[in-house]
Nanobody, 121 residues
Framework: VQLQASGGGLVSEGGSLRLSCTGS????????VAWIRQAPGADREFVAA????????YYADSVKGRATISRDNARHTVTLQMNSTKPTDTAVYYC???????????????WGQGTLVTVSS
């Protein structure tokens, strides 16, 4: 499985960002896909995940109510929309997939290269 994340950049506080993850390989469409972020000097943090068919979504408390994750298996794409951004959302955002015991974790097997999001105050 190869994952390609895109859409990062500079966002003003309170603005919106939209990240996309494109996956290759049939396993992508059969896997839970997650967004995980890592702020400077911090550990990786689970952000959101979507089930194989897109019928279940999971969010970290830090983004609940501000983020929406969705997927389009026909286009092999998972999207993270985040509104009302905060400087604390500044991080490298990774998409990841694969079998995990706990969806709200960072223990995914396959990872993309990450895309940097900077939220300025």
């Amino acid at each position: 499985v190869q994952l390609q994340a895109s859409g990062g950049g500079l966002v003003s506080e309170g603005g919106s960002l939209r990240l996309s993850c494109t996956g290759s390989g049939s396993r992508f469409s059969r896997s839970v896909v997650a967004w995980i972020r890592q702020a400077p000097g911090a550990d990786r943090e689970f952000v959101a995940a979507v089930s194989m068919r897109g019928d279940f979504t999971y969010y970290a408390d830090s983004v609940k109510g501000r983020a929406t994750i969705s997927r389009d298996n026909a286009r092999h794409t998972v999207t993270l929309q985040m509104n009302s951004t905060k400087p604390t959302d500044t991080a490298v955002y990774y998409c990841a997939c694969g079998a995990v015991r706990e969806v709200r974790s960072t223990s995914y097997v396959f990872w993309g290269q990450g895309t940097l999001v900077t939220v300025s105050s």
